[in-house]
């Protein structure tokens, strides 16, 4: 259950949010190697006005105008050329709406497999 | 010091804003074998409009609606028996105020002691 | 790449989040042994409105009135005394600026240095 956190611009958001939001889960799902289920879509979005995003222009060589930062918590259990290869597709994906691909921050912070709990069913479910 | 992150709808916020805010800090208390102080109450709440919050309606047995994140911020001390209880404590307990408990989604990150400073006292406190 | 993630009051965001940003900034930069370039600058911003964040007045020996929570994600590779130098020189230098230092709660996040990417460059950068 990975838990991804997105904050952007509020403007970015109400044009693309609903495609940003599709392209990430894409970028995720595609990455077979990490076997995600289609179904494992866990997504907030928090929408920003000017002056609350702060990212140097240049860090990383990239040029930077506008940041949109991307944070993911999921389990420790991925090689890291797979979690970068994660971080390069969601960049690829979401840079294909529009957004400059210089201007998307992936960050990931993980956790353990006991560490969620995805609510618990009220009623009988099947 | 944990440090409670909470997402959640807006108009849910506004009616049961510290209903919920309470909830969940009783079933921290609650959990004796954790050993944190009734004092140690540290949560944020960002209230989201429509479209900001997204989830997979089933994924993980449940029949899930809207959800609302509960982000955990803990040292790493306690096992795993205790934090899964700890998670189906604050759901149960949060649950009792109308929300439905397949609504209710945790997550923990854990660090370390020395990873916290709650503030630095700027007159002599006794 | 720390990433710095301030949730903070509306008002005080408004009269004071560019100073807060520089503030937070200059403490990191001071912190030479961190080796941190002056260029690895990221910062969220969250504007709350009252009721939103919630914190115990005392706990941890302070006087505590208006919190202002400070997230800081980072590589693991500091040593405990180096880290909390840093949460110290946060507090210092934000309270220079009129904030009571009981108030700045300062915790960290570590993860490894793989688990960042800070953009792709669009176009050749030199």
Redesign the interface.
């Known amino acids: 259950?990975p838990?991804i956190q997105i904050?952007l611009d509020r403007r970015l958001?109400e044009e693309k949010?609903?495609a940003i939001?599709a392209a990430i889960h894409q970028a995720q799902v595609e990455m077979t190697d990490m076997n995600i289920?289609a179904?494992?879509?866990?997504?907030?979005?928090?929408?920003?006005d000017a002056?609350?995003?702060?990212?140097?222009p240049?860090?990383?060589?990239?040029?930077?105008r506008d940041?949109l930062?991307i944070?993911i918590?999921a389990v420790h259990r991925f090689p890291?050329r797979t979690?970068?290869a994660l971080?390069?597709n969601i960049?690829?994906q979401v840079?294909r709406l529009g957004i400059?691909?210089?201007?998307?921050?992936?960050?990931?912070?993980?956790?353990?497999f006991?560490?969620?709990?995805?609510?618990?069913?009220?009623?009988p479910?099947d």
Do not use: C, Y
């Not at 002056?51 to 140097?56: F, K, P, S, T, V």
């Not at 400059?100 to 353990?112: A, K, P, Q």
């Open positions: 259950m838990l904050d958001f949010g609903q939001s289920p179904t494992d879509k866990f997504q907030v979005f928090r929408p920003h002056g609350e995003l702060i990212a140097d240049a860090h990383g060589g990239v040029d930077r940041i930062v944070q918590t890291v979690k970068q971080f390069e960049i690829t840079s400059r691909s210089d201007d998307i921050f992936v960050t990931l912070i993980e956790n353990g006991e560490d969620w709990k995805p609510g618990i069913a009220s009623a479910t």
